[in-house]
């Protein structure tokens, strides 16, 4: 016996959804238990140098198994076409439409829901493992900088390199609005999302300033050539300012990310940094003189 092991994660034009990637590893943990030798299927486009459908002759095989997700459409059709001569089964599935052939071609269904069976959903088996939650606030172009502005350049290797660590990604928005869900409606809102962060990555002035304010280390990279607000405002309040040109460095992005994650860096966050004291008290002043 071999099997093949697929979802929609193995599909070219599928969908590789957190939930169905765990229903294959549930399943593929659950063959190795058993001693059942298996190959698992990924989509070229998700997991490129991984085995996929084009590469797994049909004749290696004895069975074929589908995990996780609905059955339905003309990739499925497809896959019992490929592999008409293994056994079919699918497991872990919902069963919308019983006489659609993507259903009908299995020789056994093991279903999550169909229209008299209920089960509980295979990614609550599966082993996961944590990994750090980076709450990212990006800048949007500041006009105010002219050509010294470098937001597209520093943007780019900066979510080049995000994309390659193993983390949860956060994207977040400073900006305010009462009528948008995405957004934080309050700056109390948006400040507890940010303690909620195991790092914040940055190119706003605030996602430095509320970030720290929240007790969390910030990867700060100022995306103003030669330096602009965040820069300053790192060197007042004591901490490290990535430069536009060291963007594209991610031996020090590594550096800066470990040193935020260690508890040297937490330990530095949760301190503290100078208040504006002084500024409010000169404001006070001010207006006070002027009576």
């Known amino acids: 016996m071999r099997v093949l092991l697929t979802g929609w994660a193995s599909f070219l034009h599928g969908e590789a959804t957190a939930g169905d990637v765990l229903g294959l590893r549930a399943a593929g943990a659950a063959l190795a238990a058993a001693g059942i030798d298996h190959d698992v299927a990924w989509s070229p486009a998700f997991r490129p140098g991984t085995l996929h459908l084009g590469a797994a002759p049909p004749g290696d095989y004895t069975h074929v198994v589908f995990a996780c997700g609905p059955v339905h459409g003309p990739q499925l059709r497809e896959l019992h076409e490929r592999y008409s001569a293994c056994r079919r089964i699918a497991v872990g599935v919902s069963v919308p439409d019983p006489d659609d052939a993507a259903v009908t071609g299995f020789h056994r269904i093991l279903p999550r829901d169909d229209a008299t069976t209920s089960a509980p959903d295979l990614s609550l088996s599966a082993a996961t493992s944590p990994a750090p939650v ?146 409010l008290a000169g404001l006070v002043g001010e207006l006070v003189g002027s009576r």
């Open 134 to 279: 980076l709450g990212v606030v990006l800048a949007p172009r500041q006009p105010e900088y002219g050509t010294a502005g470098r937001h597209d350049e520093v943007h780019d290797a900066l979510t080049g390199w995000l994309a390659g660590l193993d983390c949860a990604r956060v994207s977040l928005d400073s900006r305010l609005a009462h009528e948008d869900w995405q957004r934080c409606a309050t700056p109390d809102q948006f400040v507890t999302t940010l303690s909620r962060m195991d790092v914040v990555v940055t190119t706003r002035l605030h996602g430095l300033v509320l970030g720290l304010k929240a007790g969390v280390p910030v990867v700060a990279v100022d995306p103003i050539s030669g330096g602009g607000k965040v820069t300053v405002q790192g060197h007042v309040l004591g901490w490290p300012v990535v430069s536009a040109s060291g963007a594209g460095d991610r031996a020090l992005l590594d550096d800066r990310l470990a040193w935020c994650l260690s508890p040297r860096g937490r330990a530095r966050a949760v301190t503290g940094v100078p208040g504006p004291e002084s500024t």
